[in-house]
């Protein structure tokens, strides 16, 4: 029906399926980057992502080549904004709201991690804040491009010729170094340097360039969310986010489940209810409210 998405590679699409009478996005690769290689790195997406059933997991509903042989996938379609939008127009969020969003995420994320795949490209852009089935405020995690999955053997490493792909803010410092020497606790950093965002409405390093980006997240230390935020930001929250943007990755939270566990602890005393989240997304139909 229209586009509604476009990156390096692909192209996304409104659509509606004629099957199941709804509407889904369909995500196409683009011919000029179908090549054996992306078209293997595609295809292993929509495969991974499709094993995955967490209810914060984007769902994929089907994928094959079009008539014309172009690869693609056909997912769900969100009523939503992502983090990134949220925060670009809004600011930053607020203590509860950011505690409820990332709750979710590491929920997704931990039937991921045990089943053996890493995201790896965890970011604002990727993690989608829906109405969805008459809930507000629920997450899902997109795009799973740059997935790895460290139980798994293929025959090739498609990471190599993929080290400039993925945004280089939301990188932890190891994967920055060897893109191939990854593990569960990359998305543990691109976690907390999204937290940081969403708190402050900052981002974790700031840079001119690429090149300055990645010697400051290889080199500076990072802020604290309390220097930074407008907002007051509760000493647990201030450290547990500090702690998943440690440079040495021993350092950081080691599994995704431990971090599961302080946001729940932490959405007891901070609570952000579905009347405040119905109230906020009524105010975006009706700005005057």
């Known amino acids: 029906q229209k586009r509604i998405g476009e990156g390096g590679m692909a192209t996304v699409y409104l659509a509606r399926h004629d099957l199941l009478r709804r509407p889904a996005a369909v995500k196409l690769l683009k011919p000029a980057r179908a090549t054996d290689e992306m078209i293997a790195r595609f295809e292993r ?6 094993s995955l059933a967490h209810p914060n997991t984007v769902e994929i509903f089907d994928y094959g080549r079009t008539r014309d042989g172009l690869f693609y996938y056909a997912m769900e379609y969100l009523d939503g904004l992502t983090v990134g939008e949220i925060v670009a127009r809004h600011g930053a969020v607020p203590v509860p709201r950011t505690i409820h969003i990332l709750r979710q995420v590491c929920a997704a994320l931990g039937e991921a991690h045990g089943k053996g795949i890493i995201h790896r490209d965890i970011k604002p852009e990727n993690i989608m804040v829906c ?37 280089p803010l939301y990188m932890a410092p190891e ?25 402050t409405g ?11 980006l990645t010697s400051r997240i290889l080199n500076d230390e990072p802020r ?21 943007v440690e440079k040495r990755r021993e350092e950081r939270p080691q599994r995704i489940a431990d971090l599961l566990e302080a946001f729940d602890a932490l959405a007891l005393e901070h609570r952000w209810t579905q009347a405040a989240a119905e109230l906020w997304w009524s105010s975006l139909s009706n700005p005057n409210k």
């Open 45 to 50: 997406e929509v495969q991974m992502a499709s």
């Open 131 to 167: 109405r969805y089935g008459g809930v507000y405020d629920h997450v899902k995690i997109l795009d799973f491009g740059l997935v790895k999955h460290v139980a798994g053997k293929h025959s090739r490493d498609l990471t190599r010729s993929l080290r400039i792909l993925g945004t």
């Open 175 to 199: 994967r920055l170094r060897n893109p191939a020497d990854v593990d569960a606790r990359v998305d543990i950093y691109a976690l907390g340097a999204v937290a940081f965002l969403m708190l």
């Open 202 to 212: 900052k981002k974790l390093f700031e840079s001119a360039d690429d090149l300055q």
């Open 224 to 244: 604290r969310a309390s220097e930074e935020a407008a907002q007051p930001i509760p000493v647990e929250l201030d450290l547990l986010v500090l702690s998943c």
